[in-house]
C-alpha cells in the first residue's frame, strides 16, 4: 500500500514523480504529493486528493524542480492512520519545512514518539503516523548530522515493518531511503547521471533496467551521479547491481473500457503463458525446473501448507484439494495471517507454498518467515519479478499473468490456479503416486482450457444482461459450491463484494442448511456453481431447497444439463470439462457478473474504494 518515488538527476524532476505516480496509483489512491527541491531552503510541498489534481496543481504551479540538480520525492497514499484529508497526505516536512518524508507502512510505537516530540515542543499538522518520520530525522540533523545519519538514527527508533524517503533543503541534491520490514519494497534505480527510488520496479523501468532491491534494515542514499548503500549503523554494503528483464509497456487499455474488462478478456492468453516452458504437450508432462528439490527431498515432506490472503488464498484453497488428491499428502489451505500467529508446527518436512501476485503481502510474507525459521521447505507463486517473497523462497514459480492493473485480482488468479494444477501433477509424478497415464491426461485437459476460457468470454454478454436486469437492485446474493468449486464460490462473492460493493457470501454448499438459508428470500439470490460432476446431484439438491424458499437462483451450469433450465431461474453455461479444469472456467461469468453490476451501478471497477492491490500493511 502507498507508492513511492524519489529522483535526483539532471532533468526537472516533477514530471517524472507525477508520471512515476501514475504508475504506482495501483498502491493507494485516496491523496498523492510531491516535494521537491527549488534551491530555495525549503522544500515545495503540493498535495491533492488523487494523481489526476495532484498533476493539475503541480502544472498550476510551475513546479518543476529546477535547482540544480533537481530531486525530490513523492508519494500515492492508502490511508490508515488519520483520514483522506490533505494534510494528511503525504510529504510529510519538519517545522521549518526543510526536511521532506514519504512513507509506506505502520510506524508501530508513533502514540509514543508523538508525544516525546509534542512534549519537546513539536507542532503536529497531521493525524498520520507518518508525521513522527520527518520530526525525528529533523531534530538528527539540526544536531549536525547528515541526512544519511539521521535518517539511520530516526531509523532505528520506529517499530513495525516501514519504508520510507527523506529529502533535506541544506543537502542539495541527496536522497535517502531506508527498508524496515516487509512493508513494500524499495528498489533503487542505476542510471547514467541519474537515480531513483520506487515501491516498485515498475515506476523506474521507463528510465533504467539496472536496480538494486533493498533488504530490510538497509538504507540506501542516492544523488545524480552516485549511489551508497549502508545498514542501519552506517556499515558501507556492497550492493550488485542487477538487470532486469522486464520492459516497460505502458499500461493501455486498448479498446476495452477498463483495466479490469481487458485483464478479464486476456485469460485465455495468459494462462498460456503460466504453461510455457513448463508443460510438454507431446509428451504429457510437466516439468517445473525452479523447484530445487531432489526426488528424495519430496518424498520426505509429509505436510503441504498453501497459504495466502484474499483472492490468493481461494487458490491456495483449490491447489491444497488438488495436491491432496493427487500426491496424497495431506494439504491444507491457511490464511497467512493467521498462520503466521498460531503455534503451527511446521517442520523441514513441511512444504509451505505461498501464493502472492504482488509478491509483497505483509502477511504472506511474515508467515513465509516463519516457515523459514521452522527449516520448511518453501515455494512461492508470484507475478512481480523480484519481489520480497522470491527472496525468501526456495523456489519461485512466476505466474506470467503480465501486470494486472485492475485492483481486483483476475486474471493473475487464473493463472495461479493453472500453476498449482501444474505443480500438483509434478509433485505427484515426482512421488511416484500419478501413473503416467494419469498425468498425460491432466496435461491434456489442461491442453483445452485456453479455448475453453475463450468461450467463455465470448459468451459475456449474458452477464451483462443479468447484472443490468437482476443484479444491479439487489443489496446481498450467495454464492455455493461443493469441492474445488467451494472457494472459486468465495472468489465469486469476494469480486462482487470488491466491485459492487453489494453484500455477498460464499459458502460451501452443505453449510447452507446450518444457518446461510435462514437469509434465502426474494431480496437475496443465490449463485451456485452447479456443473456436472461427482456432487451435481448434491447441488440440485441445494438448489431445491432455495427454490422452495423463495430464493432467485442462477445457476452455472454444463451445456447439455436439461434439468437445470427447468429447476434455476437463469443458467449461465459452461463447456464440459474435467473436474479440476472447470473450476478455473466458473471464474469467468463470475468476474463477469462483478463487473457488470459495477458498471451499472456507476462505480470504478478498476479502482473500487477502500482497496488497494498491494496490501503491505498488516
Ligand atoms: C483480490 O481481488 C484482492 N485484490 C485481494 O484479495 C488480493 O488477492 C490479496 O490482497 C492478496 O494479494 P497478493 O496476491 O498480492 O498477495
Known sequence: MCGIIAYAGPKPAAPILVSGLRTLEYRGYDSAGI??????????????????QLADAVAAQDINGESAPNVGIAHTRWATHGGVTIPNAHPH?????????????????YMELRTELVDSGVEFTSETDSEVIAHLVSRCVEAGE?????????????????????????????????????????????????????????????HTDRVVYLRSGEVASIEPSRVEFTDL??????????????????????????????????????????????????????????????????????????????????????????????????????????????????????????????????????????????????????????????????????????QEIGVASTKTMMCSLVVLYQLAVYLGTRRDRLAAQRASDLVSDLSRLPGLIAEMIEDGGRCEKLAKEKLVDKRHLLYLGRGALHPMAMEGALKMKELAYLHAEGYPAGEMKHGPIALISEEM??????????????????????????????????????????????????????????????????????????????????????????VTVE
Not at 93 to 109: F, L, P, Q
Not at 181 to 186: Q, S, V
Not at 350 to 356: N, R
Request: proline share 4%; aromatic share 4%.
Open 35 to 52: 516535494g521537491v527541491q527549488n534551491g530555495s531552503g525549503v522544500i515545495t510541498v503540493t498535495r491533492a486528493l488523487g494523481v489526476d
Open 93 to 109: 516536512t519538519s517545522a521549518d519545512g526543510r526536511v521532506a518524508v514519504v512513507h509506506n507502512g505502520i510506524v508501530e510505537n
Open 146 to 206: 547528515t541526512l544519511a545519519t539521521a535518517v539511520r538514527c530516526a531509523a532505528r527508533r520506529l517499530h513495525g515493518a516501514s519504508s520510507f524517503v527523506a529529502t533535506f533543503a541544506d543537502q542539495p541534491g541527496v536522497i535517502v531511503g531506508v527498508r524496515l520490514g516487509n512493508a513494500g519494497g524499495i528498489v533503487v534505480g542505476i542510471g547514467d547521471g541519474f537515480h531513483l527510488l520506487a515501491s516498485d520496479v515498475l515506476a523506474i523501468l521507463p
Open 233 to 402: 549503523l552506517g556499515e558501507p554494503l556492497d550492493r550488485p547491481v542487477f538487470k532486469t528483464g522486464r520492459s516497460f509497456e505502458a499500461a493501455a487499455k486498448g479498446e476495452h473500457p477498463h483495466f479490469m474488462a481487458k485483464e478479464i478478456a486476456e485469460q485465455s492468453e495468459t494462462v498460456s503463458s503460466a504453461m510455457r516452458r513448463r508443460v510438454d504437450f507431446e509428451s504429457g508432462t510437466i516439468d517445473l525446473p525452479e523447484i530445487p528439490y531432489t526426488d528424495d527431498e519430496i518424498r520426505s515432506i509429509d505436510r503441504v501448507i498453501v497459504s495466502g490472503m484474499g483472492t490468493s488464498l481461494h487458490s491456495c484453497m483449490y491447489g491444497a484439494q488438488m495436491i491432496e488428491a493427487l500426491t496424497g499428502i495431506p494439504a491444507q489451505a491457511e490464511n497467512a495471517s493467521e498462520l503466521r500467529y498460531r503455534n503451527t508446527a511446521l517442520n523441514e518436512r513441511t512444504l509451505v507454498i505461498s501464493v502472492t501476485q504482488s509478491g509483497e503481502t505483509a502477511d504472506t510474507l511474515a508467515a513465509m518467515e516463519l516457515a523459514s525459521a521452522a527449516g520448511s521447505k518453501q515455494l512461492v507463486l508470484v507475478e512481480a519479478e523480484g519481489t520480497q517473497a522470491t527472496l525468501v523462497a526456495d523456489g519461485t514459480l512466476y505466474l506470467g499473468a503480465g
Open 525 to 614: 439470490p443465490t449463485v451456485a456453481l452447479a456443473p456436472q460432476g461427482a456432487l451435481y446431484d448434491k447441488m440440485v439438491g441445494n438448489i431445491h431447497e432455495v427454490k422452495a424458499r423463495g430464493g432467485e437462483v442462477i445457476a452455472l451450469a454444463t451445456r447439455g444439463d436439461e434439468i437445470m433450465p427447468g429447476l434455476a431461474d437463469e443458467v449461465l453455461w459452461l463447456p464440459v470439462a474435467s473436474q479440476w479444469i472447470v473450476p478455473m472456467l466458473t471464474l469467468v461469468p463470475m468476474q463477469q457478473l462483478a463487473y457488470h453490476t459495477s458498471v451499472a451501478l456507476g462505480l470504478d471497477p478498476d479502482k473500487p474504494r477502500n482497496l488497494a492491490k498491494s
